[in-house]
Structure formats: C-alpha cells, structure tokens
C-alpha cells in the first residue's frame, strides 16, 4: 500500500459515511505480500479513518460489491494511461450491477506517479522507496526484500 492508496482512501473516506476498502486476493497481479498480510498492513493504515472497513475478497468485485450493499465504487486514476482501463472496466462493471455507480478520483499531486508496481520493482533492486509509503510498510519492504536475497 503506497501513500497514494493512504491518500484516495483518505479523500474517499471525507465523501461517503462509509467505506469498504476490498483488498483483492491479487489473482491477476504479482504480488510481494500475502493476502493475509496486504490485509494487515492496509488495516494497520487505515485505522484512523473511523468510517473506514478493510476487507479482503477473492473472485469479482461485483458479487463482493452486491454482497456488502455497496452503491458506488471508487478508483483511482493516476495518469492518462489508467483511465482507458478503468474506463473499460467502470462499463463492464455497470453491465453486471447497473445500481452501483464508479467514481474515479485522481490522486494528491504528490502522489500521481506512484505505482505499487514500480515501489515494489525499486525496493526489490535495493533502491530507496521511503518517499513512497509508510514507514511501517518501508520495514516490512526492507524485511521481505532481505528475505528473497
């Protein structure tokens, strides 16, 4: 989880009385962490938004979505490159459960050019991804990376 994750989540959270974060079982992404850990880790962050609920999923996000009564589902958008995915998927998406609505939101400007992908990619060749994420997940980062050498 990057700031830019802390940041939307943060924004999202000031817009809805409640908000699930549904952290995926990465079925189609490579991921550093566990399912159980990326778990841990967003909920350790995310703590401080009373109005905010971490929960992982597995499967598609509309039957998690119809599952937990939830009415909008918001994403991020970091660059132009983002949206024409993000726009396939919104209207997929709007097939399989036309009651929920997608909102995107665009990251701080400090934020547009992080990437999990390449805060994982930097961290694993040893380079400083401080200015990247939390303290606490740069420790776990570091730990992992240790591990794999």
Do not use: C, W
Request: proline share 3%; aromatic share 8%; charged share 25%.
């Amino acid at each position: 989880m990057t700031l830019g994750h802390e940041d939307l989540v943060r924004r999202a959270s000031a817009l809805f009385p409640r908000l699930i974060v549904a952290v995926a079982a990465g079925h189609h992404k490579r991921t550093m962490f566990t399912i159980a850990e990326r778990l841990e880790i967003a909920q350790e962050l995310l703590a401080s938004h009373r109005n905010v609920e971490v929960i992982a999923f597995r499967g598609l996000l509309r039957d998690f979505v119809v599952e937990h009564g939830g009415k909008v589902v918001v994403r991020g958008l970091r660059a132009v490159s983002d949206f024409e995915y993000e726009f396939q998927m919104a209207g997929m998406n709007r097939q399989l459960m036309p009651n929920v609505e997608t909102v995107f939101l665009t990251p701080s400007d400090q934020y547009q050019f992080i990437s999990g992908t390449f805060v994982r990619e930097i961290a694993t060749l040893g380079g400083d991804v401080s200015k990247f994420v939390a303290p606490s997940v740069l420790d776990r980062l570091k730990q992992r990376v240790s591990q794999a050498t």
